[in-house]
């Protein structure tokens, strides 16, 4: 059975820092693009970082300088390291998976195959 688990969510003042974990089990994490999502209400989802498994990071203009996105293939975890957090970084975030396989992209063109249900993460000014 797959599963993404999120943990590390919670509410932080501005400029404060949160760690965002995601253990995967049911699939062979190792070989999959990694990426975390994030839904504010009345918005759409968007992606903040992703990481293929040959530990190339990108990430969205918004987060970029103040995330970091990590993977522990021997965990099967991913991270997300928040720094500098703003209000609008308030969401629920959610990692995903999809396959990336030896040599393809990440994020590759398919749809993500696996999402987990989420971690609220609220920033207060």
């Known amino acids: 059975q797959v599963q993404l688990v999120e943990s590390g969510g919670g509410s932080v003042q501005a400029g404060g820092s949160l760690r965002l974990s995601c253990v995967a089990s049911?699939?062979?994490?190792?070989?999959?693009?990694m990426a975390w999502f994030r839904q504010a209400p009345g918005k759409e989802r968007e992606a903040v970082a992703h990481i293929g498994n040959d530990g190339k990071t990108t990430y969205s203009d918004s987060v970029k300088d103040r995330f970091t996105v990590s993977r522990d293939n021997a965990k099967n975890t991913l991270y997300l390291q928040m720094n500098s957090l703003k209000p609008e970084d308030t969401a629920n975030y959610y990692c995903?998976?999809?396959?990336?396989?030896?040599?393809?992209?990440?994020?590759?063109?398919?749809?993500?195959?696996?999402w987990g249900q989420g971690t609220q993460v609220t920033v207060s000014s």
């Open positions: 049911g699939f062979m994490y190792r070989w999959y693009c």
């Open positions: 995903a998976a999809g396959y990336q396989g030896n040599g393809g992209t990440c994020p590759g063109r398919r749809p993500f195959d696996h």
